[in-house]
Each structure stands twice: as C-alpha cells, then as structure tokens.
C-alpha cells in the first residue's frame, strides 16, 4: 500500500504526542519497514523543521532513509488550487499524495481532507493493514 503522510502524523511522533503517538509511531515503523511505500512532502518537512525546538534535522534526515519526497513545481501548485479545498496547505498535500500515486492519506484530520480524491484515513484505523 501506498501511503502519504500528513505532517500531523510526523508531528505525533516528532513532539511525543502522547495522545496519538502510538498509533503515529506505529505508521512510522511500518513506513520503515516499507522502504519508499511512504511519501512526505517537501514544505511538510520545512513546517516540522520550524515547529521543532531543535529544528529536527536527525528526525528529517532518519525520514529520507524511508520515505518518499516526491518533486513538487508548478502543475502540482496549480492542481492543488483547482481542488476547492479551504486550506491551501492540505490542498498542497493532497496534490503532492496524487503525484506520489498514494493510496491513502494518513491524517489525523479526516474532516482537512474531505473533497480529497483519495480516501484519508486516521493512524490506526484498520483500512491501513499495516
């Protein structure tokens, strides 16, 4: 399976979350074990860079061992504003998880996400079989 990762589920794990770091951990791991079955996007990993106390660098740089970052520019800005979403930056994630061929996105913000053409679905729901 084919996930994209929204910044929430990195933030989980990154910043120890303790409400949903299990679940968002459990996602890790098995992009982890998954080699290049995870993408991440480029201006997702610059928010948890400025979020991050420390700038994350080790936990970014662990991240590109895994996971994808696929090669975003204009025609996937363009698409990401013709989806009619309200908040550009999940539109942005969503142009980038089309561009990756994902068949998922892992969020913890179902509702972010409901004019996405692919189906998002929370860490740990069961749909995921990780």
């Not at 740089?61 to 363009?78: H, N, Q, V, Y």
């Not at 504003?81 to 994902?102: I, K, P, R, V």
Request: proline residues 4%; glycine residues 6%.
């Amino acid at each position: 399976m084919r996930l994209f990762l929204d910044t929430d589920v990195l933030l989980d794990v990154l910043l120890g979350r303790e409400e949903y770091y299990e679940a968002s951990a459990a996602v890790l791991d098995w992009a982890e074990a998954h080699p290049g079955q995870c993408a991440v996007s480029w201006h997702g990993l610059a928010n948890i860079h400025y979020l991050s106390k420390d700038g994350a660098w080790e936990f970014i740089e662990e991240l590109t061992d895994f996971c994808i970052i696929p090669g975003t520019g204009t025609a996937e800005m363009k698409h990401a504003l013709e989806l009619g979403f309200t908040d550009l930056e999940d539109a942005m994630q969503t142009s980038t998880a089309l561009l990756f061929g994902a068949q998922a996105i892992v969020t913890r913000n179902l509702a972010d996400y409901r004019r996405s053409p692919i189906k998002a679905l929370r860490p740990g729901d069961p749909a995921l079989k990780l």
